[in-house]
């Protein structure tokens, strides 16, 4: 079994930065793709950002170049650095994984974005 939390959200203003953390527990995380999902008010929930266990890095167009998706296995946590933030980033952030066949989310949390 798996456990995911996800931290650091909160309030920011439009081009700031803000840093997430998605920290696992359990095994199997260190060998498995993670990604950032971000879900809207009304919207579905979209892909943002994906790490392989090597590194390799993913983004959605909506996000290059300002944010940054990093892990440290060691720690069996993932990071999703913002940075340059516009309001339109404003949405509950997951982090998701999938090990043996089961997908893992976490709870969320929130990114708000002021403009």
């Known amino acids: 079994q798996v456990q995911l939390v996800e931290s650091g959200g909160g309030l920011v203003q439009a081009g700031g930065s803000l840093g997430l953390s998605c920290a696992a527990s359990?095994?199997?995380?260190?060998?498995?793709?993670v990604g950032w999902y971000r879900q809207a008010p009304g919207k579905q929930r979209d892909v943002v950002a994906r790490i392989s266990s090597g590194g390799s890095t993913y983004y959605a167009d909506s996000v290059k170049g300002r944010f940054t998706v990093s892990r440290d296995n060691a720690k069996n946590t993932v990071y999703l650095q913002m940075s340059s933030l516009k309001p339109e980033d404003t949405a509950v952030y997951y982090c998701?994984?999938?090990?043996?066949?089961?997908?893992?989310w976490g709870q969320g949390t929130q990114v708000t974005v002021s403009s």
């Open positions: 359990g095994s199997g995380f260190g060998n498995a793709v």
């Open positions: 998701n994984t999938r090990i043996a066949y089961s997908d893992y």
